[in-house]
C-alpha cells in the first residue's frame, strides 16, 4: 500500500538542490520513497499519515557498530571513570564471553541492540565481527550478523589473541579466517593502532581483504597519531573511523579522497579522550559521517540521537552538518546511495521527529523524540 505523510513542518534529505523543505509532503509506495514536496500538491495514496507540524527525516544510518557478543564491561566503565586511562586490551574479556555462547544467545543480543537501535530511528546498521578471533568464531559472527543487519564487516583483525604471535596471526587472519568468513561480509577492517596492528600488518591484511572482494574500510588514529588515515586513503577505504588524533596532513589527505571520516563522539563521552575535530574536517572539504561505535567496551550506546548531539556540543558541528553526517554521511560511509535520504527512489527509510525541527536533536538531549519510524515502508 502507499502512504502519504502530510502536514510535514520540516522535511529534510527529500531534495537535491536544498536540504530542508518546509510544509511538505513524502508519499511512501512498495518500500520506496515515491514523491517529495510542497504538501498542497501532494497526490493521492492508499492511507495517509499527518504529521501535525513535525519535522520528517530519513532513518539513521549507523554506519559503525560491534553487536555480536556476549556479556557487558560495566565494571571496566566504572574503573575508567575512577581515573583508568582505556586500553585496547579489554577486548579480550568479551572474546572470551563471546566464545562461550550459543549462535541463539549472540543472535537473540544482535536482534535486541538492532531493536534497540530501530526504536530510537536507526534504520541502517552495519556490524563488525572481531570478538572471535579463531576461524570458527569469526566466521559464526559475519554469519549470524548478516541475517540481522544491513551490512557485515569482517574483522578479524581487531586484537592479536594471546596465544598467539602477531605474524602467526596475520598469516591466519589473511588466509583461513579471511576465505570463512569473505561470503559472509562485505567490507574488511583492520584496528590499525599501538597495542593492535601496526602499518605493514594492517597493509597486509587490507590487501588481502581487497583481493577477496571486500572493500577496505579502518579503525584509525583512535588512541593517539599514526599511520591509519594515510593508509586508509592509499587503499581508497570507504572509511577511516575515530579519527580522534588528526595531524594537518591527515584532514588534508582525507579532504582530497573519498574515503569518509566516520567520528564515533560517544567514544569520547565513554572514555574521556578528546572529541575528533570535526571542525577542521568539514572546513577542509571531507565528508563526515556519525556513527556509533555501539559495543560493550568502550561505548555501549545505541542513540544516534545521542551522537548528534555530543557532536553539536563538542565538535562544533552545527545541528544541520550533524543530522546529515548520521544520515547521508553514514550512507556515503557504507558506499550506499539508496538510503540516507528521501528524495525519490531511496528506500522508504522515514523518521517522525516529535519536534517541529532536527534542532530538537541537540537542543534537547537526553528526551525521547521519535514519534513514527518507517524501514523499508513498514512502520516499526
Same mark, same amino acid.
Given at each position: 500500500?502507499?502512504?502519504?505523510?502530510?502536514?510535514?513542518?520540516?522535511?529534510?534529505?527529500? #531534495?537535491?538542490?536544498?536540504?530542508?523543505?518546509?510544509?511538505?509532503?513524502? &508519499?511512501?509506495?512498495?518500500?520506496?520513497?515515491?514523491?517529495?514536496?510542497?504538501?498542497?500538491?501532494?497526490?493521492?495514496?492508499?492511507?495517509?499519515?499527518?504529521?501535525?507540524?513535525?519535522?520528517?527525516?530519513?532513518?539513521?544510518?549507523? *554506519?559503525?557498530?560491534?553487536?555480536?557478543?556476549?556479556?557487558?564491561?560495566?565494571?571496566?566503565?566504572?574503573?575508567?571513570?575512577?581515573?583508568?586511562?582505556?586500553?585496547?586490551?579489554?577486548?579480550?574479556?568479551?572474546?572470551?564471553?563471546?566464545?562461550? #555462547?550459543?549462535?541463539?544467545?549472540?543472535?537473540? !543480543?544482535?536482534?535486541?541492540?538492532?531493536?534497540?537501535?530501530?526504536?530510537?530511528?536507526?534504520?541502517?546498521?552495519?556490524?563488525?565481527?572481531?570478538?572471535?578471533?579463531?576461524?570458527?568464531?569469526?566466521?559464526?559472527?559475519?554469519?549470524?550478523? $548478516?541475517?540481522?543487519?544491513?551490512?557485515?564487516?569482517?574483522?578479524?583483525?581487531?586484537?592479536?589473541?594471546?596465544?598467539?604471535?602477531?605474524?602467526?596471526?596475520?598469516?591466519?587472519?589473511?588466509?583461513?579466517?579471511?576465505?570463512?568468513?569473505?561470503?559472509?561480509?562485505?567490507?574488511?577492517?583492520?584496528?590499525?593502532?599501538?597495542?593492535?596492528?601496526?602499518?605493514?600488518?594492517?597493509?597486509?591484511?587490507?590487501?588481502?581483504?581487497?583481493?577477496?572482494?571486500?572493500?577496505?574500510?579502518?579503525?584509525?588514529?583512535?588512541?593517539?597519531?599514526?599511520?591509519?588515515?594515510?593508509?586508509?586513503?592509499?587503499?581508497?577505504?570507504?572509511?577511516?573511523?575515530?579519527?580522534?588524533?588528526?595531524?594537518?596532513?591527515?584532514?588534508?589527505?582525507?579532504?582530497? *579522497?573519498?574515503?569518509? #571520516?566516520?567520528?564515533?563522539?560517544? &567514544?569520547?563521552? *565513554?572514555?574521556?579522550?578528546?572529541?575528533?575535530?570535526?571542525?577542521?574536517?568539514?572546513?577542509?572539504?571531507?565528508?563526515?559521517?556519525?556513527?556509533?561505535?555501539? !559495543?560493550?567496551?568502550?561505548?555501549?550506546?545505541?542513540?544516534?540521537?545521542?551522537?548528534?548531539?555530543?557532536?553539536?556540543?563538542?565538535?562544533?558541528?552545527?545541528?544541520?552538518?550533524?543530522?546529515?553526517?548520521?544520515?547521508?554521511?553514514?550512507?556515503?560511509?557504507?558506499?550506499?546511495?539508496?538510503?540516507?535520504?528521501?528524495?525519490?527512489?531511496?528506500?522508504?527509510?522515514?523518521?517522525?521527529?516529535?519536534?517541529?525541527?532536527?534542532?530538537?536533536?541537540?537542543?534537547?538531549?537526553?528526551?525521547?523524540?521519535?514519534?513514527? &519510524?518507517?524501514?523499508?515502508?513498514? $512502520?516499526?
Amino acid at each position: 500500500m502507499s502512504t502519504v505523510i502530510t502536514n510535514i513542518g520540516e522535511l529534510a534529505g527529500a #531534495a537535491e538542490d536544498r536540504w530542508l523543505m518546509k510544509d511538505a509532503a513524502l &508519499v511512501i509506495d512498495g518500500g520506496r520513497i515515491a514523491w517529495a514536496g510542497p504538501s498542497r500538491q501532494a497526490p493521492a495514496a492508499d492511507e495517509a499519515y499527518d504529521a501535525g507540524g513535525r519535522a520528517v527525516l530519513p532513518g539513521f544510518v549507523d *554506519s559503525h557498530a560491534h553487536l555480536v557478543f556476549a556479556g557487558e564491561r560495566a565494571e571496566e566503565f566504572a574503573a575508567r571513570m575512577s581515573g583508568r586511562p582505556y586500553a585496547a586490551g579489554g577486548i579480550r574479556t568479551t572474546v572470551e564471553r563471546t566464545r562461550a #555462547a550459543s549462535d541463539a544467545e549472540l543472535a537473540a !543480543n544482535v536482534r535486541r541492540l538492532v531493536g534497540e537501535m530501530a526504536r530510537q530511528g536507526t534504520t541502517t546498521v552495519e556490524c563488525k565481527s572481531g570478538y572471535g578471533l579463531t576461524v570458527e568464531q569469526e566466521e559464526r559472527a559475519v554469519r549470524i550478523a $548478516a541475517s540481522l543487519v544491513d551490512e557485515v564487516t569482517f574483522l578479524g583483525a581487531h586484537v592479536v589473541p594471546a596465544d598467539m604471535e602477531p605474524e602467526e596471526y596475520v598469516r591466519l587472519v589473511t588466509g583461513p579466517m579471511l576465505e570463512a568468513c569473505a561470503p559472509h561480509a562485505r567490507f574488511v577492517d583492520v584496528f590499525c593502532e599501538r597495542g593492535a596492528f601496526d602499518a605493514d600488518q594492517t597493509r597486509e591484511i587490507l590487501t588481502a581483504g581487497r583481493a577477496a572482494g571486500l572493500v577496505p574500510r579502518l579503525h584509525a588514529n583512535q588512541l593517539g597519531h599514526g599511520p591509519g588515515v594515510a593508509i586508509a586513503v592509499e587503499f581508497d577505504a570507504a572509511s577511516a573511523d575515530h579519527c580522534t588524533f588528526l595531524s594537518d596532513e591527515d584532514v588534508a589527505a582525507l579532504a582530497g *579522497s573519498r574515503t569518509v #571520516a566516520t567520528l564515533l563522539p560517544a &567514544v569520547e563521552f *565513554s572514555t574521556r579522550q578528546p572529541y575528533p575535530d570535526a571542525r577542521a574536517l568539514i572546513d577542509a572539504g571531507a565528508e563526515v559521517a556519525l556513527a556509533t561505535d555501539c !559495543n560493550p567496551g568502550s561505548c555501549y550506546s545505541s542513540s544516534m540521537a545521542f551522537c548528534v548531539a555530543l557532536a553539536v556540543r563538542e565538535m562544533r558541528m552545527t545541528p544541520e552538518e550533524a543530522v546529515r553526517a548520521a544520515t547521508e554521511g553514514g550512507a556515503k560511509a557504507l558506499r550506499r546511495t539508496d538510503v540516507g535520504h528521501l528524495r525519490p527512489g531511496a528506500r522508504a527509510d522515514v523518521l517522525v521527529l516529535d519536534a517541529p525541527s532536527h534542532i530538537h536533536l541537540a537542543y534537547r538531549p537526553g528526551v525521547p523524540q521519535v514519534a513514527r &519510524v518507517w524501514r523499508n515502508g513498514r $512502520a516499526v
